[in-house]
């Protein structure tokens, strides 16, 4: 009886929280997007700027860890019995992507372009080896140019 | 030292080329951090004591890349590439390569 009031309280807790960090963090993705939008981050090799207008490229990259909440993980495993789209993965995935690229941004500073942009994901931590996802990184890194 | 992850380095030319470098770095996080994660496991969101430690380790990576460049001459490093592997229970690879160069 205690196990199971204990695991509805996690599941609460885990709703009410995770939904509002989420609700949060979406917020502040679009508004730091809205910021760095005149700095294009491109997965070309190539632009069309003059060899020699071009003063310095420079390695810039950003990367993110988040996990999510155990009421997501509880509907996740449960999705796992029917097969289907998992909708909680998909937001979590997106957000630590979003949040990897927008840092490479902040670290570009006065730059006119990221070039050959990539992003990369790995599961870390306890969970790694195990069927559940416990948390995930997703690293962004690209090559930025200041033109004249 | 000029990094970048294209094959040039743009308004410069590649007078010589000196092969591979690389740098890799193994990090496990201490137990207090461990704990913090797995609480913030339960609520969600960005874990920044990983994220921390992920970017230190990174930096380290590069750092021994741009050391062994230098040894062998080099001034610059194209083509470089990140790659991340959990080798064991709370401990991760990062791992960073490229190819050594020098530019006019």
Redesign the interface.
Known sequence: MYNLLFFIT?IA??YL??TF??RY?YRSIHMREKMFINLPAVTM??VD?P??R??????V?G????????F?RFTASLRNIFGGTIKSYES?IDRARR?ALLRMKEMAGDSKII??V?I?T?????N??KKSV??L?A?A???A?TVD | M??????T???KNIVEHFGLVSGSTIRAKHVGR?IM??L????????KG??HL??ES?QQALDRMVDQARQLGANAIVN???????VA??A?ELYSYGTAVRIE
Not at chain 1, 63 to 70: E, K, L, M, P, T
Not at chain 1, 122 to 126: A, E, K, N, Y
């Open positions: 996690l807790v885990g929280a995770g960090a989420e963090h090799k190539t700027y060899d020699d071009i003063k310095s490229a420079e390695l990259y990367s993110a860890v988040i996990s999510i909440d155990y997501k979590l949040e070039v050959n990539r990369e790995s599961t870390i931590g306890r790694a080896n416990g948390c990184e690293i890194y690209g090559t140019l | 000029i990094i970048t992850n294209i094959e380095v743009p308004g461990d994660a797995s913030k496991n339960l609520v969600g969101g960005e874990l990983y994220t992920l970017q990174r470089v590439r990140f790659s991340t592997s959990s229970q709370g991760a």
